[in-house]
């Protein structure tokens, strides 16, 4: 089983549609992952038919008893977050400002501080309406330790396509450099990059490629609305050359994009003469390097 993660250095660039439309080429062979859980959409178009849901918990937050507490200040004083402020007297824990960091739990002389483990939002193993297994995430509002969802929607959709014996792990990832993108990055045996004929798409092409690098794995890129910006289009397609990056597709700009999106549709059932021939190309030129 071959892992491909979809990523893109900025939002926008046409990622998740493209995803979506490998999903429906694929949809016989993979099982699709969106690991862009701050922002999670896919379920959007592969409107998953029925879904078994899970809760995720990560991080901890302190809490105090206020029955316990001596109104010491001790936690207070350490705290460094400024989490921590009296109240009627009584100590209390601002759970916004609160990092999880723990030392006022070690350092309470009265054992009224405990850090239970937060509930920081759900992942979902569905079945979509194209057939395929969905595997998605919703991260709660305000929740941090987005990298740990993303790291296990991954081992789950990892078991669930050995479990169903396909060919690939297809990855929609989220956009940008940070924990997410590294976490969905992990263990992958090959990157498609997404970006578009911009300076602001190039620019974090080439930050993206970076982080790609470090972990050594080969890379592909299909530039989107490549035909806004010729020059800039020129300028990625030499910079492609000159890093060893495979120049997969160039896509001019096409209204089929949002068009499908708003319709819950992949670029495919929106207009397949079109599309089905760039995606068929695309796949053979994908799987051929696998």
Request: proline fraction near 3%.
């Amino acid at each position: 089983m071959k892992e491909i993660v979809i990523i893109s250095g900025k939002g926008g660039t046409g990622k998740s549609s493209i995803c979506c439309a490998l999903a429906h080429l694929w949809k016989d062979r993979a099982v699709i992952a969106d690991c862009d859980v701050d922002a999670a959409d896919m379920h959007l178009i592969l409107h998953p038919q029925s879904s078994e849901s899970k809760d995720f918990f990560s991080g901890i937050k302190a809490t105090i008893e206020a029955e316990t507490c001596s109104s010491c200040g001790l936690c207070a004083s350490v705290c460094r977050f400024d989490a921590i402020s009296a109240q009627k007297g009584k100590y209390l824990v601002n759970q916004l400002d609160c990092e999880g960091c723990a030392y006022c739990y070690r350092i309470c002389p009265t054992g009224a501080i405990s850090i239970p483990e937060q509930k920081v939002g759900q992942y979902h193993i569905s079945q979509s309406r194209l057939g395929c297994t969905l595997i998605h995430a919703q991260l709660n509002i305000g929740a941090e330790n987005s990298g740990k969802l993303v790291s296990k929607v991954k081992s789950v959709a990892r078991h669930q396509a050995k479990q169903e014996h396909k060919d690939f792990l297809l990855v929609d990832g989220s956009p940008g450099i940070g924990c997410p993108v590294i976490a969905s990055l992990s263990g992958a045996h090959f990157v498609i990059l997404v970006t578009e004929a911009s300076k602001s798409g190039f620019s974090d092409l080439k930050r993206v490629w970076e982080l790609v690098k470090r972990f050594n794995i080969p890379g592909a890129c299909i530039v989107n609305k490549a035909d806004i910006n010729p020059v800039i289009c020129r300028e990625i397609n030499e910079y492609l050359l000159k890093e060893k990056i495979l120049a997969l597709s160039e896509i001019p700009y096409s209204e089929d994009f949002p068009a499908a999106i708003s319709m819950g549709r992949t670029l495919m059932e929106q207009n397949e003469s079109t599309w089905r021939p760039i995606f068929e190309k695309m796949g053979n030129a994908i799987k051929e390097i696998m």
